[in-house]
């Protein structure tokens, strides 16, 4: 095979992972929404049942369009075909190396598909972000293979596996809004912040780890704002050595955030801060709590939940402050109850009492 493009041909390709949750399909069968003019992430499901709108196994991927020289695709039809074609000889079970492929086929495609496991993985972590409530705490997206197609609607395996890591549950549903919701995001720029990232590790932690990632996700997050209120001290904020949070949250934020009584962090959340970021230092400083990562003293199980929903929180009103007003869906009972009494005072009080009219 030469490098001279006979002719040029439209090729897709396709990197996809188990969704971890259900896809209800009663509104549409497929969700669409574009990371790319050439590129779109897609959620589905395979092996449907029809009339039952979450059936099959629910799907995540990340599809591209583009151009090739048709001897390429001719030669993925004969692969797939089973065709013997010129010196591309079939192994012993009928099938392709993928290693048979000319190099510049095959350089075209580990780099599209490297390209494209990235694109996977901010798909589903802005999906995971945005429809946080119906997805749930840690989830990943499983491993699958890369598939190609000449019109994006019968896919067949490229011989090239993906390796990526996965766990499963609840359910999304796929309708138009939500298309349109996530689109948007991806228009704005937006991805999935590290911060909450982290914290979905630290939900799948033991006990000991889990609070040190989830202080560690709102340190991240915190620095990451105030660089962003404030581009003058991104360099500062990002270079001092651990910064004392709970004091940051609670004195500096405001000064820099215009913040409401329905949306200034309430006191239970820096307090539960405070107890994670002292048991975090013991941790990492080698303290006697920090021996057993299952069973460190005085660390019960539910002290790490409310640890956890307390950075989760701070890690969503983070969130609201950057102007995703959405966020507020996804707060706890205990800190949504906080911040309507809290309001509710202001209200009282009005501005003669020194109160804030919302």
Not at 64 to 92: K, N, Q
Not at 190 to 207: K, N, S, Y
Not at 317 to 339: I, N, P
Request: aromatic share 8%; proline share 6%.
């Amino acid at each position: 095979m030469t490098n001279v493009r006979v002719a040029d041909g439209v090729l897709y390709l396709r990197v996809s992972g188990r969704f971890p949750v259900c896809l209800s399909r009663h509104f549409i069968e497929e969700l669409r929404f574009r990371l790319d003019p050439d590129v779109w992430a897609t959620l589905y499901a395979d092996d449907t049942q029809v009339g039952i709108s979450n059936s099959g196994i629910p799907m995540i991927g990340v599809v591209s369009e583009r151009s090739v020289p048709g001897s390429w695709i001719d030669l993925l039809d004969a692969v797939d075909s089973g065709a013997v074609v010129g010196e591309y000889l079939p192994t012993e079970g009928g099938g392709f190396l993928f290693d048979a492929y000319p190099a510049e086929m095959q350089s075209f495609l580990l780099a599209e598909t490297t390209s494209m496991m990235r694109s996977l993985q901010s798909a589903f972590g802005i999906v995971r972000w945005r429809y946080f409530d119906d997805i749930g705490d840690g989830a990943e997206f499983g491993s699958r293979v890369v598939m190609w197609s000449t019109d994006g609607v019968g896919w067949h395996g490229l011989r090239l596996s993906m390796s990526l890591k996965g766990s499963l549950e609840p359910q999304l549903r796929l309708q138009e809004s939500v298309g349109e919701a996530l689109e948007a995001l991806v228009y704005q720029g937006a991805q999935e912040p590290l911060g909450r990232e982290i914290w979905h590790v630290a939900t799948t932690a033991d006990p000991r780890t889990a609070v040190i990632l989830a202080v560690t996700a709102v340190e991240v997050e915190l620095k990451r704002l105030i660089g962003d209120c404030v581009p003058s001290s991104d360099w500062l904020v990002t270079n001092l050595p651990t910064p004392p949070i709970v004091k940051i949250i609670e004195e500096y934020l405001p000064t820099i955030i215009a913040m409401s009584p329905e949306t200034a962090p309430p006191r239970w959340l820096t307090q539960n801060l405070k107890t994670a970021v002292r048991r975090r230092n013991t941790f990492t400083h080698g303290g006697a709590e920090s021996k057993d990562r299952w069973s460190s003293p005085g660390l019960l199980p539910e002290e790490v939940a409310k640890h956890l929903a307390a950075t989760s929180d701070l890690l969503w009103l983070f969130d609201l402050y950057r102007g995703h007003a959405w966020v507020m869906d996804y707060l706890s009972e205990e800190t949504k109850a906080a911040l309507a009494a809290t309001s509710r005072v202001e209200h009282r009080r009005g501005p003669a009492e020194g109160g804030h009219l919302t």
